[in-house]
């Protein structure tokens, strides 16, 4: 982390990096490079929002598409407090379509789930 | 260079010859307060702080003598401890009566419609679904898990009534592990099974103020009272006049206007109402504390 960069969301000198797309199933990060300078507070209220929402635990082994799906949903999270002070309505209007590109990719599992679940053990799938 | 030619070089003195002898000093260092305060500030600012959470909810009843529950909204704010609470709305839902399937499947069927037709109020890029529970549910995901558990605070107005409207039973309080406070008022049972869930008490003081809390679970570890705010007693603590939810936010500087409605039939219009209802309470909550912020009591 670079030391001068200020906090993502609030603009204080920032003390952590915040990893956006979280842990796998073997506990590495997914992006180890993709971070989010944030402070302490900033990252303690990101990481309760992701708790809310189910998206802190490492993502178990899933097929590409859930794994995209997680990455798009746990993003679309920051953003949304990213767009929260001072209100920046564009990075807001990203955010849902973040949530929204995780739920067709959702749905999309869904469907696949409902039509074949032998999909999941394809070569290349995971 | 020779011991003791030093000076003579710098200054031009004539050298005096001396032998060095090893010299030891005792000192008492006192640490520099400066970096220590530093230091235990860092401290302070990893612990973990946590976030302002706020459950907010409103119940819509039937119009007859037992004022029974038909549905009722809710809204979840969580923000930042610095900040000013009821801001960031991170999801938004309808909780209808365990019954009300069976009682009046066709106001059932407008709360179906209406979820399903439209969507939530939230902050950006949070689930735009209206969630939509059972009374059971609603008391276990919210009142159990973000009011007892997260420890977040149960807002309303006239917050008893709506309170006692989730019950599905009650009984006189009784005195608990020694603390009398509660005793002569009404004890709440929101679960069908009590046994690792509680009940919540509450008794009133005066036409004005209620007290409240959560009794203890059976087996907790980490008990609390609960944060209860009645905005009907905050807005009258803070203007000595007594309010109704209309008038408490012209009082507070918060628009708002009720759209009239037929009260006790399930409609669409009905729905929004109760949604505008509690939205304009979440308004008010977050003006109402920033008033209280300027008197601060020590």
Redesign the interface.
């Known amino acids: 982390m670079d030391p001068d960069e200020p906090c993502a969301m609030c603009g204080q000198p920032a003390d952590d990096d915040h990893h956006l797309t979280g842990r796998g199933s073997d506990g590495k990060y997914l992006d180890p490079e993709l971070t989010a300078p944030l402070c302490h507070d900033c990252h303690e209220l990101v990481g309760d929002d992701l708790r809310g929402e189910d998206l802190e635990k490492p993502l178990r082994k899933v097929t590409i598409p859930e794994r995209v799906a997680h990455c798009l949903d746990r993003t679309g999270v920051l953003l949304s407090r990213v767009a929260e002070i001072p209100p920046l309505s564009w990075i807001g209007r990203l955010a849902g379509a973040c949530h929204r590109w995780a739920w067709l990719l959702w749905g999309f599992v869904a469907a696949l789930d409902a039509w074949n679940r032998g999909w999941r053990s394809a070569p290349g799938m995971t | 260079m020779e011991p003791g030619l030093a000076l003579s070089t710098r200054y031009d003195v004539t050298p005096v010859p001396f032998e060095p002898l090893p010299v030891a000093i005792r000192v008492f260092a006192v640490p520099s307060t400066v970096e220590k305060e530093e230091r235990e500030e860092r401290k302070v ?2 612990k ?4 302002q959470r706020s459950l907010v909810f409103d119940t819509e009843t039937t119009t007859d003598a037992s004022q029974r529950l038909n549905f009722g909204i809710w809204r979840y704010y ?1 923000d ?3 900040g000013l609470p009821g801001k ?1 709305c ?1 999801e938004e839902g309808i909780f209808y009566a365990d019954d009300l399937p069976e009682r009046y499947p066709e106001g059932f069927a407008v709360l179906l419609r209406y979820v399903e037709t439209h969507e939530s109020d939230v ?6 679904r209206l969630q939509f529970l059972s009374r059971s549910e609603f008391v276990e995901k919210a009142i159990w898990r973000k009011a007892h558990e997260h420890r977040a605070t149960v807002v309303g107005f006239n917050l008893p009534f709506d309170l006692s409207r989730l019950a599905i039973s009650s009984s006189e309080t009784r005195r608990r592990k020694g603390r009398t406070t509660m005793v002569g008022g009404h004890s709440l049972r929101l679960f069908e099974n009590e046994r690792y869930r509680l009940r919540v008490d509450w008794k009133s003081v005066d036409s004005k103020r209620t007290l409240m809390s959560f009794t203890t679970a059976h087996g907790a570890t980490d008990p609390t009272r609960g944060h209860f705010l009645d905005l009907r007693t905050l807005s009258f603590a803070l203007t000595d006049r007594g309010h109704s939810l209309e008038s408490a936010c012209g009082a507070f500087g918060v628009p708002y206007e009720k759209r009239p409605v037929v009260h006790g039939t399930i409609t669409e219009e009905y729905v929004t109402y109760c949604r505008e209802d509690v939205q304009a309470t979440a308004k008010l909550y977050t003006a109402a504390v920033a008033e209280y912020r300027r008197h601060p009591i020590d």
């Open positions: 600012s990893r973990r702080r946590e976030p969580v930042r401890r610095t960031f991170v902050a950006p890029g949070r689930d735009t």
